[in-house]
């Protein structure tokens, strides 16, 4: 079992930046796979980025050259950097871990990109 814990979400103007934190209950070194989705209103929940344990990462092209999605092993964290914030990138964003058949979810943050 892994607990996930999100945080760095909030209220942030068009053209802006924020950095989001995962921070797993224990080592994440061993974990598959881990990510980020997001969830808008009356959306379905869609992957955002996503990392392997061997730093392969994967991006949705809405996002690819804007956001960027990092895993630090040592403090069991996934970071995902959001630069260049557009209003459509308004949700709620959750952090997700897969090891073997089991898969494990954060709370979310919630995202808002608004002038």
């Known amino acids: 079992q892994v607990q996930l814990v999100e945080s760095g979400g909030g209220l942030v103007q068009p053209g802006g930046s924020l950095r989001l934190s995962c921070a797993a209950s224990?080592?994440?070194?061993?974990?598959?796979?881990m990510g980020w989705y997001r969830q808008a209103p009356g959306k379905e929940r869609e992957l955002v980025a996503s990392?392997?344990?061997?730093?392969?990462?994967n991006y949705a092209d809405s996002v690819k050259g804007r956001f960027t999605i990092s895993r630090d092993n040592a403090k069991n964290t996934v970071y995902l950097q959001m630069n260049s914030l557009k209003p459509e990138d308004t949700a709620v964003y959750y952090c997700?871990?897969?090891?073997?058949?089991?898969?494990?979810w954060g709370q979310g943050t919630q995202v808002t990109v608004s002038s």
């Open positions: 997700n871990a897969v090891q073997g058949l089991s898969d494990y």
């Open positions: 224990r080592t994440i070194f061993s974990i598959n796979r």
């Open positions: 990392i392997t344990s061997l730093g392969r990462t």
